[in-house]
């Protein structure tokens, strides 16, 4: 049983739209961290958030950390084809990090 | 700058082998994770080392996983023997000092265990 759930699991849009991708759980983080990983590749953290509430812009992405620093979500504006990957949520949970499982996003052309 | 090094990239081994996947963290990090990546159950996280030194090993599956950082530049994860079951993809990753810094991620082992 993951301690972080993330859904949807697989999403598949065309380029120009919106996503929202979403990381939830039932426990407390002290952080919460998305990162997108690409085939062949390590993860690539993109963002950290800390506060309960607090939303963070990383030019067409929109990361939010839910009030009781419990969930977390991922809005992507007029997603574009280099935007595909799999994105993970990792907790910190006592100094330790838990990741999701991941969704894999694919936009097209 | 180099980031983490990983080799091999890939590695197709016959169950009962060993198996030794080594990692070069990038340089003056004092930190180094091992995680291991399957589809069913994600990424996991195997060990952490700190100055050398394992500080977590909760997440080592059984007694045929070990590892070892014998300097700051070197790591290696050893399967010993291997099994169908521990096919998946190894990274390491190492930070700046403990688990609440960033993690910068090697490219990875893909280990397929025939």
């Known amino acids: 049983t993951q301690l972080l759930e993330q859904s949807p699991q697989f999403l598949s849009i065309q380029e120009g739209e919106n996503l929202t991708v979403y990381c939830n759980s039932s426990?407390?983080?002290?952080?919460l961290q998305w990162y997108r990983q690409e085939p062949g590749e390590g993860p690539v953290l993109l963002v950290t958030?800390?506060?309960?509430?607090e939303v963070k812009k990383l030019k067409r992405l929109t990361f939010q950390f839910g009030d009781a620093r419990k969930d977390s979500s991922l809005h992507i504006t007029a997603a574009q084809p280099g935007d595909t990957g799999l994105y993970l949520c990792?907790?910190?949970?006592?100094?330790?990090?838990?990741f999701g499982a991941g969704t894999q996003v694919v936009v097209t052309p | 700058d180099a980031g983490v090094i990983q080799s091999p990239r890939h590695e197709v081994t016959e169950m009962g082998q060993e198996v030794t996947l080594r990692c070069k963290p990038i340089?003056?990090?004092?930190?180094l994770f091992w995680y291991r990546q399957t589809m069913m159950r994600g990424l996991e996280l195997l060990i952490y080392?700190?100055?050398?030194?394992?500080?977590?090993d909760s997440g080592m599956p059984e007694d045929r996983f070990s590892a070892k950082m014998p300097n700051a530049s070197f790591s290696t994860l050893k399967i010993q023997p291997s099994e169908p079951r521990d096919s998946a993809v190894y990274f390491c990753?190492?930070?700046?000092?403990?688990?609440?810094?960033?993690?910068?991620f090697g490219p990875g082992t893909r280990l397929t265990v025939l």
């Open positions: 990792a907790g910190d949970r006592w100094g330790k990090l838990q």
């Open positions: 990753a190492s930070s700046l000092s403990g688990e609440e810094d960033t993690q910068y």
């Open positions: 080392f700190n100055n050398n030194v394992p500080i977590d």
């Open positions: 426990s407390v983080f002290s952080s």
């Open positions: 958030v800390v506060t309960g509430g």
């Open positions: 340089s003056g990090h004092n930190s």
